[in-house]
Nanobody, 125 residues
Framework: VQLQASGGGLVQAGGSLRLSCAAS????????MGWFRQAPGKEREFVAV????????DYADSVKGRFTISRDNAKNTGYLQMNSLKPEDTAVYYC???????????????????WGKGTQVTVSS
C-alpha cells in the first residue's frame, strides 16, 4: 500500500486544517488507517485511528474533541480534520495503514505497517 499525505501548512492557534491521505490500494476499505505525528526532538506519537471494519475510531487524549479522523473508501482517501489547533500540535504528520484490526494501545505500541511521507503542520501562537 502506498500512501501520500497532503494538506499541511502554517496556521494560527485556534485555526483549522484538514489533512488528506491518498492510498494506492483498491482494497483500502479493508485496511485500518491511522495518523501519527513527530515534533522536533520528540518521538513519534499516535494521533488517531479508524478501523477498516466498521469504521470505529480512537484518538490520543491530547487531540480528543478537536481532531476527527474519517475516510472515503470510494476515493481510497483518509482525512484528519484538525480544529482548535494549538502550538503544541506543531509536528510532521504521517498517515499509515495496517491490515490488522487492533486496539488503540496496540497501535500506540507497534505503529502500523505502511507509511506515507509526512506533511508539516505548523501552528503559530
Amino acid at each position: 500500500v502506498q500512501l501520500q499525505a497532503s494538506g499541511g501548512g502554517l496556521v494560527q492557534a485556534g485555526g483549522s486544517l484538514r489533512l488528506s491521505c491518498a492510498a494506492s490500494e483498491r482494497t483500502f476499505n479493508s485496511y485500518t488507517m491511522g495518523w501519527f505525528r513527530q515534533a522536533p526532538g520528540k518521538e513519534r506519537e499516535f494521533v488517531a485511528v479508524i478501523r477498516g471494519t466498521g469504521g470505529s475510531t480512537d484518538y490520543a487524549d491530547s487531540v480528543k474533541g478537536r481532531f476527527t479522523i474519517s475516510r472515503d473508501n470510494a476515493k481510497n482517501t483518509g482525512y484528519l480534520q484538525m480544529n482548535s489547533l494549538k502550538p503544541e500540535d506543531t509536528a510532521v504528520y504521517y498517515c499509515a495503514a495496517d491490515s490488522t484490526i487492533g486496539s488503540r494501545n496496540y497501535y500506540i505500541r507497534n505503529g502500523m505497517t505502511y507509511w506515507g511521507k509526512g506533511t508539516q503542520v505548523t501552528v503559530s501562537s
